[in-house]
């Protein structure tokens, strides 16, 4: 099976690939289940009984969709119909939109029903699917996004594919009620070339997908240069980088906050500072949003991700241990108390993410709209701020328009709405209106208040609330660390909590499978290496802030697993998938994402263990992985700020290597 690694300065092959996709391209120019006796019935009810929120979103469909297995391939090789592959997950905006519009439509639901079997994806759960479609629509399309809509033959090669589709054609986007019927005369007019085309797009892409040969030598080089291309995306004018929209990018922050230059700890100081004042940062109840739609950080992507929670929680932490200032701790804390307060399970884990999408307050039809939930009309902030005196103090305090301030909306959405950011410091606010301190810190108070008081009668925010192990496993690191930087032992029990119940509910102690997720009382698919990578890493931290011995054995135990599963003996680093992967790839991911790379978790986990434990093959697999590593991203070596964290120790490896071969 070819490995599909992330790698740079391969343009002849992709567009040699794009051109072998041509056909697929025209179209875009303007668990098995098993089968029951009502088999044939329409709609999207076989959802009903799966684990993932997602996936149960859409089981009122009239699309009649399976779930990912062996049921929908049979009906597909039975039927001789392509498969189309439906990807989101539950707090994606778009794959909301994409689901009232176009899964919710009689004619579509028809034209899908009749000549093609349906599959609906949720990513959290399934990654390894979601990696392999996306590397397909990026490589053909140029770009890729959620909703992801690919077409497949019925084994599931891909020979079409995109992202979100109105219902019809707006703006040049070719819609699914014209896209549809072209796909059905193709299929049926040149099956044989539309066979072709896919079979040919899965050789170049394995071709694509080889790795490079490891280094066989790690230097400092790539810190040097990831640090010149930080500084080269940095945006000087609000923090974080590259243009709108912005991403809070947290392995960068932490990567360039423990760097010893002086410009590394400016860049990433000014960016969380900027980051806390802006409306991705929630005002009155703490928590980050997804990302910023504009420069300012002001206009958020409203769905709150745990893996973000955990993630922006440690840059901040890592921020404090840096300069001692209790501004970055008490974000830090305002993230994790509210992290704690609400995506916390009763069991002890936590929930996977809040919606961007909410009931709009007042309207009996129970109308969604995305920010709903957080965004303020002058009406609403009228009714919430009687008080004249306080309502200029809010507006001041955070900006407020009664036209809205949402002036920069990427999508145009939140017209007439106000966002809270902070527009004024303490300081400004007791100055513009003559006030002493004191008295300033307690007029924010009390508008805070009566706010959040207000906001809480609006209808709840959806949860997606099964448990991720890798994300839970961030939440650990960063709860313990929290716990010994802050000197708030609640923080280490509540990862002392976490950890127990992911062991208990998510780990089979008899197959030493960990598993994926889990949902009222059942676990899904068998675990991914990024899940024993971060799982493994919570529980080293446990260990370094407890002392208790536990923790380190049961570290690694799952590392061990990890190692027999995923790590590649011939080329080092680690697969994200087991040997029997159920597609045409099998992938290593090198670089860092919204979520970090297995092989950079993996990194930080092996020398600590090689460190912990005396035992030198830990060690010596880390220096392999990071070979492997760094020999793929040569030339864009700051896309794996979380790898280059502990870069300086691999270097350090390269002088005693020789003797590390071969002991125990």
Same mark, same amino acid.
């Given at each position: 099976?070819?490995?599909?690694?992330?790698?740079?300065?391969?343009?002849?092959?992709?567009?040699?690939?794009?051109?072998?996709?041509?056909?697929?391209?025209?179209?875009?120019?303007?668990?098995?289940?098993?089968?029951?006796?009502?088999?044939?019935?329409?709609?999207?009810?076989?959802?009903?009984?799966?684990?993932?929120?997602?996936?149960?979103?859409?089981? /009122?469909?009239?699309?009649?969709?399976?779930?990912?297995?062996?049921? !929908?391939?049979?009906?597909?090789?039975?039927?001789?119909?392509?498969?189309?592959?439906?990807?989101?997950?539950?707090?994606?905006?778009?794959?909301?939109?994409?689901?009232?519009?176009?899964?919710?439509?009689?004619?579509?639901?028809?034209?899908?029903?009749?000549?093609?079997?349906?599959?609906?994806?949720?990513?959290?759960?399934?990654?390894? #699917?979601?990696?392999?479609?996306?590397?397909? +629509?990026?490589?053909?399309?140029?770009?890729?996004?959620?909703?992801?809509?690919?077409? !497949?033959?019925?084994?599931?090669?891909?020979? +079409?594919?995109?992202?979100?589709?109105?219902?019809?054609?707006?703006?040049?986007?070719?819609?699914?009620?014209?896209?549809?019927?072209?796909?059905?005369?193709?299929?049926?007019?040149?099956?044989?070339?539309?066979?072709?085309?896919?079979?040919?797009?899965?050789?170049?892409?394995?071709?694509?997908?080889?790795?490079?040969?490891?280094?066989?030598?790690?230097?400092?080089?790539? +810190?040097?240069?990831?640090?010149?291309?930080?500084?080269?995306?940095?945006?000087?004018?609000?923090?974080?980088?590259?243009?709108?929209?912005?991403?809070?990018?947290?392995?960068?922050?932490?990567?360039?906050?423990?760097?010893?230059?002086?410009?590394?700890?400016?860049?990433?100081?000014?960016?969380?500072?900027?980051?806390?004042?802006?409306?991705?940062?929630?005002?009155?109840?703490?928590?980050?949003?997804?990302?910023?739609?504009?420069?300012?950080?002001?206009?958020?992507?409203?769905?709150?991700?745990?893996?973000?929670?955990?993630?922006?929680?440690?840059?901040?932490?890592?921020?404090?241990?840096?300069?001692?200032?209790?501004?970055?701790? /008490?974000?830090?804390?305002?993230?994790?108390?509210?992290?704690?307060?609400?995506?916390?399970?009763?069991?002890?884990?936590?929930?996977?993410?809040?919606?961007?999408?909410?009931?709009?307050?007042?309207?009996?039809?129970?109308?969604?709209?995305?920010? !709903?939930?957080?965004?303020?009309?002058?009406?609403?902030?009228?009714?919430?701020?009687?008080?004249?005196?306080?309502?200029?103090?809010?507006?001041?305090?955070?900006?407020?328009?009664?036209?809205?301030?949402?002036?920069?909306?990427?999508?145009?959405?939140?017209?007439?709405?106000?966002?809270?950011?902070?527009?004024?410091?303490?300081?400004?606010?007791?100055?513009?209106?003559?006030?002493?301190?004191?008295?300033?810190?307690?007029?924010?108070?009390?508008?805070?208040?009566?706010?959040?008081?207000?906001?809480?009668?609006?209808?709840?925010?959806?949860?997606?609330?099964?448990?991720?192990?890798?994300?839970?496993?961030?939440?650990?690191?960063?709860?313990?660390?929290?716990?010994?930087?802050?000197?708030?032992?609640?923080?280490?029990?509540?990862?002392?909590?976490?950890?127990?119940?992911?062991?208990?509910?998510?780990?089979?102690?008899?197959?030493?499978?960990?598993?994926?997720?889990?949902?009222?009382?059942?676990?899904?698919?068998?675990?991914?290496?990024?899940?024993?990578?971060?799982?493994?890493?919570?529980? #080293?931290?446990?260990?370094?802030?407890?002392?208790?011995?536990?923790?380190?054995?049961?570290?690694?135990?799952?590392?061990?697993?990890?190692?027999?599963?995923?790590?590649?003996?011939?080329?080092?680093?680690?697969?994200?998938?087991?040997?029997?992967?159920? #597609?045409?790839?099998?992938?290593?991911?090198?670089?860092?994402?919204?979520?970090?790379?297995?092989?950079?978790?993996?990194?930080?986990?092996?020398?600590?263990?090689?460190?912990?434990?005396?035992?030198?093959?830990?060690?010596?697999?880390?220096?392999?992985?990071?070979?492997?590593?760094?020999?793929?991203?040569?030339?864009?070596?700051?896309?794996?700020?979380?790898? #280059?964290?502990?870069?300086?120790?691999?270097?350090?490896?390269?002088?005693?290597?020789?003797?590390?071969?071969?002991?125990?």
């Amino acid at each position: 099976m070819n490995s599909l690694s992330v790698t740079a300065g391969k343009t002849v092959g992709v567009g040699m690939l794009r051109s072998v996709l041509a056909l697929s391209l025209l179209f875009f120019s303007a668990a098995t289940y098993p089968e029951k006796q009502d088999a044939d019935r329409p709609g999207g009810w076989r959802l009903a009984t799966e684990s993932s929120p997602y996936l149960q979103l859409h089981a /009122d469909n009239p699309v009649t969709w399976y779930p990912w297995g062996e049921a !929908a391939f049979e009906r597909a090789r039975r039927e001789n119909k392509p498969l189309f592959i439906s990807i989101g997950y539950f707090t994606c905006h778009w794959c909301h939109v994409m689901a009232r519009e176009s899964f919710s439509n009689p004619e579509i639901a028809r034209l899908l029903n009749d000549n093609f079997i349906s599959i609906k994806i949720d990513r959290e759960q399934r990654p390894d #699917l979601d990696a392999a479609y996306m590397r397909y +629509v990026t490589l053909t399309r140029g770009n890729g996004g959620w909703p992801m809509s690919v077409w !497949a033959l019925p084994n599931g090669d891909p020979f +079409v594919g995109g992202t979100y589709l109105p219902p019809d054609e707006v703006r040049g986007r070719v819609g699914m009620k014209q896209l549809l019927p072209r796909l059905v005369t193709l299929w049926k007019e040149e099956e044989d070339k539309v066979r072709e085309t896919a079979a040919r797009a899965v050789s170049m892409m394995q071709k694509l997908g080889a790795s490079a040969a490891p280094l066989q030598k790690i230097s400092s080089a790539a +810190v040097v240069e990831a640090r010149r291309q930080y500084a080269e995306d940095y945006d000087d004018m609000q923090g974080g980088f590259g243009p709108a929209p912005k991403f809070p990018h947290p392995a960068r922050l932490m990567f360039l906050l423990q760097d010893d230059e002086q410009a590394s700890l400016d860049m990433a100081l000014f960016s969380l500072e900027r980051m806390a004042a802006g409306g991705i940062n929630d005002q009155l109840a703490g928590g980050f949003h997804r990302y910023s739609t504009d420069f300012d950080w002001r206009i958020p992507h409203f769905e709150k991700m745990l893996y973000d929670q955990a993630l922006i929680a440690r840059a901040y932490l890592f921020a404090y241990r840096r300069t001692g200032s209790d501004q970055y701790a /008490d974000t830090a804390r305002a993230i994790l108390d509210f992290t704690l307060a609400g995506m916390r399970s009763p069991r002890g884990g936590f929930y996977a993410a809040l919606s961007a999408d909410s009931a709009v307050p007042g309207d009996a039809g129970s109308h969604m709209e995305e920010g !709903a939930y957080y965004t303020w009309s002058w009406r609403q902030l009228d009714a919430a701020l009687p008080d004249a005196g306080l309502r200029d103090w809010a507006r001041a305090r955070y900006g407020l328009s009664e036209r809205g301030n949402a002036i920069n909306d990427l999508h145009n959405e939140m017209g007439g709405r106000n966002v809270l950011y902070r527009a004024q410091s303490t300081r400004e606010l007791a100055k513009e209106f003559d006030v002493d301190l004191v008295t300033a810190n307690r007029r924010s108070a009390e508008v805070d208040r009566l706010l959040l008081q207000a906001r809480a009668r609006r209808p709840a925010v959806p949860v997606d609330d099964k448990v991720i192990a890798v994300w839970n496993g961030y939440m650990i690191t960063t709860l313990a660390m929290a716990g010994q930087l802050l000197d708030e032992p609640r923080y280490i029990d509540a990862a002392k909590a976490t950890a127990k119940f992911l062991m208990q509910a998510l780990y089979d102690e008899n197959s030493r499978v960990l598993y994926r997720d889990w949902r009222d009382g059942e676990r899904g698919v068998p675990g991914f290496s990024e899940d024993y990578a971060a799982v493994a890493e919570g529980l #080293l931290a446990l260990y370094r802030v407890t002392g208790q011995k536990h923790w380190l054995s049961r570290a690694r135990t799952l590392v061990d697993r990890q190692l027999a599963l995923f790590y590649d003996a011939v080329g080092g680093g680690f697969f994200s998938t087991p040997e029997d992967t159920e #597609l045409w790839v099998r992938a290593k991911q090198a670089s860092d994402g919204a979520v970090l790379s297995v092989n950079g978790v993996s990194l930080h986990v092996l020398l600590r263990l090689g460190e912990l434990t005396g035992r030198q093959r830990y060690s010596e697999y880390a220096w392999e992985t990071a070979a492997w590593a760094g020999a793929q991203l040569v030339n864009v070596a700051s896309v794996m700020p979380y790898s #280059l964290m502990v870069w300086d120790e691999l270097v350090a490896l390269n002088a005693g290597r020789a003797g590390l071969s071969g002991q125990p």
